[in-house]
């Protein structure tokens, strides 16, 4: 390889200071600790509580359409589902008029830990919220960026 395939220094800090997958990933771990912290008194992770949150609706909705709102493959949707069907949170359904179709839904344990569970998630998210008040952008504008990226 010569020299002048490698990538500079300064490249590389360009990239570490402009680079916003880098930013996003970061941000989203830190997101990711500070609320699986909080959560694991209830037995679940951050991810596990969107999951769960995606699932409180009316009517069982289908894997398809919760992998599409949680931006997932079906593949990943299915491995995060299995340790909440295990501990008896969701409940994972053939369709009644097409069998190949899954429903997912929660089950009185899953809409209880939900419920415990959605006072932190907004005390934590209040906070953030109000953290990002005091910088350039606040969090609806935050918010709007990364929206508009899916």
Do not use: Y
Request: hydrophobic share 45%; aromatic share 4%.
């Amino acid at each position: 390889m010569s020299k002048h395939d490698l990538v500079t220094r300064d490249q590389t800090l360009f990239v570490r200071d402009h680079c916003l997958c880098l930013a996003a990933q970061r941000a989203a771990r830190a997101l990711s600790r500070r609320f699986d912290e909080v959560f694991r008194a209830f037995g679940i992770t951050s991810g596990q509580f969107s999951l769960l949150n995606a699932l409180n609706r009316p009517e069982p909705p289908s894997l398809g359409a919760v992998a599409e709102l949680l931006a997932m493959d079906r593949t990943s949707l299915t491995a995060n589902l299995k340790p909440l069907q295990r501990d008896g949170l969701v409940a994972v359904e053939a369709d009644s008029s097409d069998r190949r179709i899954k429903r997912l839904a929660l089950t009185g344990a899953g809409r209880r830990v939900l419920a415990e569970a959605m006072p932190i998630w907004t005390k934590v998210h209040g906070e953030i919220d109000r953290s990002l008040a005091s910088q350039a952008a606040n969090g609806a504008t935050l918010r709007t960026g990364l929206a508009a990226l899916l």
